[in-house]
C-alpha cells in the first residue's frame, strides 16, 4: 500500500526559477496569514492563492493540498530555526563552553519565537502534517552542529558530545512547546531564557573535566532536575 503521507504532503515539483522560487515564497507567506487569520480549519488553497495573488492553478503546481501547505510552511520555519542553530555552533568554534551553551540557546529562541504567533500557529498544526518526521530530520542537522562545536570547547568533555547534543536538544525543545502552550508566550520568553541557559551551563559544567567527582554529582543533581522542571512544567 502506498504510504498517504508522501502522496499528501509532498510538493508536486520544486522551483527551478526565480519567478517559481518567488511564487512559492508568496503562496507560503499567505499560508502563514491565512492560517493567522482564519484559523487551520477554514485554510483552503483558495484563499491562500487569493492572498498570495496566484491562480489556484499555479498553487496547484506545488502544492496538492491545504495539508501540503501546511507541512511546506512548518518545514520551512523549523529549517530556518536549524539554520539559526548551525550559525551559532559555527560561530561559537574554540569558545568555552559557557560560551558556547549562552550563543546556541539565545539563538535558538529567537529564532524560534522571532515571530511568536506565526510558531503557535505553526505548533498547533504539526500534528496534522507529520510534524515529528520534520523534527527528527531537523534534529539531526543540529544535532551535528552542536556535537561540531562542542567538540572545540576549549574544556574537554568527559561525556560523549553526542548524548550531551542530545540532552541539549531535548532540554531546549521541552522549553520551546512549554513557550508554545503557554498564553502570553513573549512575557515569559525572557526567564525562561535565563533559566535554560543556567540549566545548560550546569550541565556542560558536569560533564567537562572541570570539576571534581563529588561537585560534577551535585552539579548534576541540580541540572536533572532543573530539566525535568523545565520540561514537565
Known sequence: M????????????????????????????ATLQVLLSVGKERLT????????GVSVGTLYQYFPNRSAL??????????????????????????????MMTALITAFLEAKMKDAKSSVALYSVSSDVDGAKIMRQMQGRSDKAI????????????????LVASMLQGTMSGVSRRLLESPGAEKQLDILRTELIFVACAYV???????????????????????VALASS
Open 147 to 162: 556535537v561540531r562545536m562542542l567538540t572545540t570547547a576549549s574544556e574537554p568533555l568527559t561525556t560523549d558530545p553526542y
Open 70 to 99: 501546511l507541512q511546506a510552511a512548518l518545514k520551512r520555519h523549523l529549517s530556518a530555526v536549524t539554520d539559526a542553530i548551525e550559525l551559532a555552533c559555527e560561530q561559537q568554534t574554540g569558545k568555552t563552553l559557557r560560551q
Open 205 to 227: 559544567d558536569a560533564c567537562s573535566a572541570r570539576v571534581s567527582t563529588q561537585q560534577e554529582t551535585h552539579v548534576l543533581q541540580s541540572a536533572h532536575q532543573g530539566i
Open 2 to 29: 502506498p504510504q498517504r503521507s508522501q502522496i499528501v504532503l509532498e510538493p508536486r515539483k520544486s522551483p527551478v526559477q526565480a519567478r517559481s522560487a518567488a511564487s512559492v515564497d508568496a503562496i507560503l507567506q
Open 45 to 52: 488553497t483558495t484563499r491562500v492563492a487569493r492572498r498570495a
